[in-house]
């Protein structure tokens, strides 16, 4: 770290997900838990998490972080590109990733995960479109009362059904088939990470839950073991706001995988307002926006050491609640809880600085790789 | 292992053909390579002949602690990992140096474990198919094992009947447990204060200093010199909180023998650092993966010490430390580039894959860990030369052929920095 003036600490009480920001999986160990955010002026800013852990971020432009921190080569051309996008969500962000993974800028291991995650995730788009499309005709045929060619089961193919199905249900929503083949096309992309129909289990989403959940009960299991009451206050912390965004991120889950329980009412609802449903899809996607950085760093610690590092290290990254989410659920809950225990945690003088920068680097590089394994 | 000849520990012949095989076979190990001394130890652990290993690995034990070979967690080693540092051949140990004989750690293995019994098949059970760097076993184990069997070694009178075959004197025997007692009673918190240190993310643990200070209240003087080179050895940095806890010890009698105990340990760390084994041997033999970490922990070391009240009068032992430090530091770094980034560039092998580079990669951060950890006691120009003629070597690379641009950008990246990477990237992209 130069000595470069940095600018001062600004307050962070983000009220809305936007406000927020979307967490970028930089590479560099002192931007670990940036986030990026749309300003009032159509652009993108980073907000940086103070580097002792305590309370307040930086805003301050690339140029400044470069001279601060030395970011990698892999961060330099992620900013590039985060500053092009449009809209900020953690679906583009997650995008960037794995394209500038996939250049081999984060190594070969995040290169090859981040390349065969772009192919599976141009399958899994193929395979939500058929799902879709035949829960689509199971509905139909269950619930309407179809002329004997549309329903006859086993004397033409599937496919041929579904185009059957689709040409019959178009009028009835209004609309023509090829608006209906394509909607069902733009849905397989809005619901692709939610997991549905026999996938609700196995989509990004539920994935990203299941792991949050085994990484709390390890934290909470590992704290039981210790006899420690800054370590106690800190699992205490992690382990509330790990139940709040659980029970939340479950509850918009459920709301979005609902969507498909009636898809006809779905398909009447994306054409009145695709974007009511996508930002529906998206909620859960911004409730555990972050989450993963942590379970990867606690998953990581082998023994009491690194979990006690890992511990301090989470603390600094634990995201923040905005008052949005009590819209989204009608969960009432303390939502300041994170802000409130973020305070200083000891830390080497050579943590993330010295020698130490380029295992933490090649650390994050390989969380790279895993978190594109997931996708 | 093949190629070794006269390895055949299960032979049955006479004793004089045995101990003639046992000589052929150390002379052979003696010019053998890494991976085959690794193979030579991993085929030992599974002989049950515990003196003919002995003879064998004895004059293996440097390298095999340089090359941090995995081994199965055994009883005995995790008995004795707190000593780690501190274990010297029989013909190295003198009494009163603070240090352990290896030649005793089996008759006193024993010891503890008939003690222990029954609790021991708990221990063994927690252990059993464990290796040697599996921390959390050892930590959690250890946690158990340590503290009782520091009870168990300070309740000593007497030597075991079998003590004579170590080669200790009789009359050597209590001290010697009594002073290992002490280190096996703050066996946790030492554990702690080390993990902490490797890992290096958090500040000295002060709950660990205050536990082991409240231990040493009533421990013999050499005990305490042992605890305080282990602490100055393994987690330098926990030393400056450890001087200042000692330092507001109302009990004066107790400041001063702790003070003595840490000027003593100091005495020693910067004799074992002067050895052959120390710096040479210890920072020159180690794997590339393992230097900078060492390097880190010695430089914080020199630091500490020569920041400490009395640290003047050290310093003339330091910078010499500090030179033989840089010397063997250039040498390895110099050696590691090499084998691990010339050789591989210009081995005119074709293009490099996916498994090379990442070697490379490796390879190249262990040296920026190395370089960035000694730059504080020599000079940066030789390493700022040598990266930039790597750095070269890169790049020559790149345009015959042998990296494609984003392997050249990653290993530019490493070496040199991500500026140079980044422009290097950019000026890629505006002629593409």
Known sequence: MSDVQIPALKPYHPTTFQERGVSVPFTTPLLEGTRARPTEKQRVELVIPNPSGGRGVYIMPWKAIADWCRPTLHDAVFNDRIAALRNVTPTAIRRVGLQVAAEGLAGEEAMEAARIAVDTEKDDRIVTNYRLLMTLVEQVRSRFSLPDLVKAPGRIDVMAQAKLTVEWISPRLGQTATWTAGALEALAEVLLHIGIGSNSTTGRMPRILAMLRRTRSEISEWGSYLHDDDHADYIAMVCAVTDLTLSLAQTTLGQAQALTSDMVDLLRKWAADPQEISRLAMRPEWLLDGWEQICLIWSHARDDAERRAALAEIIALVPVLPKEAVEWTEIKADFDIALRFRRLVSLNEDWRSGSVVFQLIARNEHFRAITCRMS | ?432
């Not at chain 2, 760097?133 to 946690?143: K, P």
């Not at chain 2, 590339?288 to 400490?308: F, M, N, P, S, W």
Request: proline letters at 6%.
């Open chain 2, 1 to 432: 292992m093949d190629r070794i000849k006269g390895f055949h520990p299960m032979t049955r012949g006479s004793p004089i053909a045995q101990q003639q095989a046992v000589r052929v076979l150390r002379v052979e190990l003696h010019q053998a390579d890494d991976e085959k001394i690794r193979r030579v130890a991993a085929m030992l652990d599974h002989v049950s002949d515990a003196t003919g290993k002995q003879a064998i690995l004895d004059p293996l034990r440097p390298r095999l602690r340089q090359l941090k070979t995995v081994r199965p967690l055994r009883f005995t080693r995790l008995l004795f990992t707190p000593f780690e540092p501190l274990i010297v051949t029989a013909r190295a140990w003198k009494p009163g140096e603070a240090t352990v004989p290896r030649n005793a750690l089996g008759a006193l293995a024993l010891l503890v474990r008939t003690s222990l019994e029954p609790d021991v098949a708990q221990i063994d059970a927690t252990i059993a198919g464990q290796a040697s760097d599996t921390m959390q076993v050892i930590t959690r184990a250890g946690a158990v094992l340590w503290p009782r069997a520091g009870e168990i070694l300070a309740a000593c009178t007497a030597p075991p009947p079998d003590w004579q075959r170590t080669g200790v004197r009789d009359a050597l025997f209590l001290p010697l447990v009594h002073a290992m007692a002490t280190v096996l009673r703050c066996g946790p918190q030492l554990r702690d204060l080390q993990r902490d240190a490797d890992v290096a993310a958090l500040a000295a643990n002060e709950t660990a200093i205050r536990a082991i200070i409240e231990t040493l209240a009533d421990q013999p003087p050499e005990g305490c010199v042992m605890v305080a080179q282990l602490i100055l050895l393994q987690s330098p940095a926990a030393a400056p909180l450890l001087r200042q806890f000692i330092a507001s010890l109302t009990d004066t009698a107790q400041r001063v023998r702790l003070n003595k105990a840490m000027a003593d340990g100091t005495e020693r760390a910067l004799t074992q650092m002067e050895s052959q084994a120390g710096i040479v041997e210890g920072v020159g033999r180690a794997p590339l993966a393992e230097i900078g970490d060492q390097v880190r922990r010695i430089t914080r070391l020199l630091r500490e010490i020569g920041q400490e009240s009395g640290g003047q009068a050290h310093r003339p032992r330091l910078t010499a430390i500090r030179k033989k430090l840089d010397e063997v530091c250039r040498n390895r770094f110099s050696d590691g580039m090499t084998e691990g980034l010339v050789n591989p560039l210009t081995g005119g092998r074709g293009e490099i894959d996916r498994a090379g580079q990442t070697r490379m990669e490796t390879c190249a951060r262990d040296l920026r860990r190395l370089e960035t950890a000694v730059r504080t006691v020599g000079g940066s120009g030789h390493y700022d030369d040598l990266l930039h003629k790597v750095s070269e070597t890169v790049q020559t690379a790149a345009a015959s052929g042998t990296l494609t641009p984003v392997r050249t950008f990653r290993l530019i990246e490493i070496l040199t920095g991500p500026e140079a990477a980044t422009a290097l990237y950019r000026e890629d992209k505006r002629r593409t």
